[in-house]
Each structure stands twice: as structure tokens, then as C-alpha cells.
């Protein structure tokens, strides 16, 4: 066994404190929580919503919108879903053509 450590745990045992206590360094300091509103409607009013889904509607695509507005891909999925707004088929499933 490490000498040090049977030391230490000999000085635990007998009820006394270790003689040198080591101090964590001064960078291992967590930053100050800083709040910041969750969700997207808190961080956007609506003149930016607005005018995210009109740049969203002539063609901006969602990853650049994201980007441009500090937010996640899904953020902004979501809140064109809510607000009703579609995409335009981008070729995904073809219709059948019946005959």
C-alpha cells in the first residue's frame, strides 16, 4: 500500500485532520450561473419571429436561420411548426399516377 495513503487513513481513523490539507487550484472554480431564458419565445420578441419565418418562406434555409439567430436546428423546426409554416416538397415521395 502506498505509504502516504496508509498514513492518511491512519490519521482518519484515530479522529485527527491530515496535517497538510490540499487546497483545489484556483482555475478548478466554477463559473457564476448566468440565467437565460429557455424558451425561444422568451429570447426572440415577435419582430425577429416574424421576420424569421418571412426569411424562412423566400427560401433562407432552417441551418442558416439557426445559426443567424444563436439558436438549435430543432428550435427553429418548432416554432415554424407552431406558427403553421411549410416547407416546400423538396422531392421527397413521389406522387403515384394511377392506371
Same mark, same amino acid.
Given at each position: 500500500?502506498?505509504?502516504a495513503?496508509a498514513?492518511?487513513?491512519? /490519521?482518519?481513523? /484515530?479522529g485527527? #485532520?491530515a496535517?497538510?490539507p490540499? %487546497?483545489?487550484p484556483?482555475?478548478?472554480a466554477?463559473?457564476?450561473?448566468?440565467?437565460?431564458?429557455?424558451r425561444?419565445v422568451?429570447r426572440?420578441? %415577435?419582430? #425577429?419571429i =416574424?421576420?424569421?419565418? %418571412?426569411?424562412?418562406? !423566400? =427560401?433562407?434555409?432552417?441551418?442558416?436561420l439557426?445559426? #443567424?439567430?444563436g439558436?438549435?436546428? !430543432?428550435?427553429?423546426?418548432d416554432l415554424?411548426?407552431?406558427r =403553421?409554416v411549410?416547407?416546400?416538397? &423538396?422531392? =421527397?415521395r413521389? %406522387? &403515384?399516377?394511377s392506371?
Amino acid at each position: 500500500m502506498n505509504p502516504a495513503l496508509a498514513a492518511y487513513l491512519r /490519521e482518519r481513523a /484515530e479522529g485527527r #485532520q491530515a496535517v497538510d490539507p490540499v %487546497e483545489p487550484p484556483a482555475h478548478a472554480a466554477t463559473p457564476p450561473y448566468v440565467a437565460r431564458p429557455w424558451r425561444l419565445v422568451d429570447r426572440l420578441d %415577435e419582430t #425577429q419571429i =416574424g421576420a424569421l419565418v %418571412e426569411a424562412f418562406v !423566400t =427560401g433562407t434555409p432552417k441551418h442558416v436561420l439557426a445559426k #443567424q439567430y444563436g439558436v438549435s436546428l !430543432t428550435a427553429i423546426k418548432d416554432l415554424l411548426r407552431s406558427r =403553421g409554416v411549410r416547407g416546400k416538397n &423538396r422531392g =421527397g415521395r413521389r %406522387e &403515384r399516377r394511377s392506371g
